[in-house]
């Protein structure tokens, strides 16, 4: 296995799963807690298009799937609708329409998923905008990723961010690493030694990472 | 959902995370990550412990470690 296949597969094993499995464990319970889960995964290759407004706009039409569109979103989508012939809302509009629509959901997660993967100047104003919203009410809990040079940035925001680092689990790389040999479409011509190997060394430069 | 609806949605944003997530849940391997929903810290996260202090979760991630997303 090439050190590029091993990083590949590595990734496998990192924040967009971690985030992935937040966002369904928090769905899992959604429908007997009332609580509302909006995520979203930052990504370089939509860096453009991940502004905050679009980004504060997902969160906001997520929440609102959930229970129908309210009205105060209707008239607002009504009103732009008609001025200069359609415009889009502002992030000041967005914002009024997410607390409004917060107010009424018992409790609310965000989860955004590796900050670092947005444009470096898009994020001091979403996370201005997500500290807005955790103001608004005690009911909101925000759940990011991110590479750590981001760390400083959530910190500069939210001073008392709790912070878990995330590092390779040898456990589940073994796990996922056996289940991969497993699968081998030719197993016959890898003999046990060599798995052991394979596996062996797997977890040994990781370990070195 | 109406066409009203439909438009509802596009008007308030353009991006869809949820198609996302369904290709990145599909693609997860199952028990990976299974110890942070197990952490004190993520517990109390969860219950809302710790008020507005600890509204905010940051798991910050190896750089070793590679990037997040999946193709």
Not at chain 1, 17 to 24: A, E, K, Q, T
Not at chain 1, 162 to 191: C, F, G, H, K, W
Request: charged fraction near 25%; charge should be negative; proline fraction near 4%.
């Amino acid at each position: 296995m090439s050190g590029k296949v091993l990083s590949r597969n590595l990734t496998l094993l990192t924040a967009g799963n971690i985030s992935s499995l937040v966002i369904d464990s928090l769905c899992d319970q959604a429908q007997e807690e009332n609580i509302a889960v909006a995520g979203l995964y930052c990504d370089f290759l939509a860096q453009q298009e991940q502004t905050t407004t679009n980004i504060m706009g997902a969160i906001l039409k997520q929440l609102v799937s959930r229970g129908g569109i309210p009205n105060h979103v209707r008239v607002a989508y009504q009103k732009g609708k008609m001025e200069f012939g359609g415009r889009g809302p502002r992030l000041v509009d967005l914002m009024g329409m997410l607390k409004i629509t917060i107010a009424s959901i018992p409790q609310v997660f965000i989860c955004l998923d590796a900050l670092d993967e947005c444009l470096p100047k898009h994020i001091p104003e979403l996370l201005e905008s997500l500290r807005d919203i955790v103001r608004e009410s005690l009911r909101i809990r925000i759940f990011l990723t991110g590479r750590p040079h981001v760390k400083g940035d959530a910190q500069r925001y939210f001073s008392k961010v709790v912070v878990i680092p995330i590092s390779p689990n040898l456990d589940d790389i073994q796990n996922y690493v056996e289940t991969r040999l497993d699968r081998d479409l030719e197993p016959e011509a890898m003999s046990n030694d060599l798995r052991v190997d394979i596996v062996r060394v797997i977890l040994e430069k990781i370990s070195d990472m | 959902m109406s066409d009203e609806d439909a438009q509802i949605m596009r008007w308030l944003s353009p991006l869809e995370p949820n198609n996302r997530h369904q290709s990145v849940r599909t693609e997860r391997f199952d028990g990976v990550g299974d110890w942070l929903l197990e952490t004190s810290e993520f517990r109390e996260w969860r219950c809302n412990e710790g008020g507005a202090d600890k509204a905010v979760l940051f798991c910050s991630g190896n750089p070793g470690v590679g990037k997040t997303y999946l193709r």
